[in-house]
């Protein structure tokens, strides 16, 4: 099982910058994939950016140029940072991954942190 929990939100003014982070822990063979996702209420929870580890990162075009993902594979977390912030970008993020918890199995299961609201004020 694979636990996932998000930090950094909070209320920024337009142009500002936020950091957000997400922290892994549980008991897993591997993480193949982290990333977030973003939500506000009403529509649908829409990806933010994903990283395949290992891989290059994709980012919504919405996002392109203002957010990037890093991460820190010992310590197995991952960073959104946020510059430029916008008040569309107002929304609860979710970090998301994908694991392998049993290396017999293979098997690959999704997991969602609790969200963290971040909120751009105009």
């Known amino acids: 099982q694979v636990q996932l929990v998000e930090s950094g939100g909070g209320l920024v003014q337009a142009g500002g910058s936020l950091r957000l982070s997400c922290a892994a822990s549980g008991s897993f063979f591997s993480i193949n994939v982290m990333g977030w996702y973003r939500q506000v209420p009403g529509k649908q929870r829409e990806l933010v950016a994903i990283?395949?580890?290992?891989?290059?990162?994709n980012y919504a075009d919405s996002v392109k140029g203002r957010f990037t993902v890093s991460k820190d594979n010992a310590k197995n977390m991952v960073y959104l940072q946020m510059s430029d912030l916008k008040p569309e970008d107002t929304a609860v993020y979710y970090c998301?991954?994908?694991?392998?918890?049993?290396?017999?199995?293979?098997?690959?299961?999704?997991?969602w942190g609790q969200g963290t609201q971040v909120t751009v004020s105009s």
């Open positions: 990283m395949p580890i290992g891989g290059s990162t």
């Open positions: 998301y991954a994908v694991a392998i918890i049993d290396k017999n199995r293979r098997a690959s299961f999704q997991y």
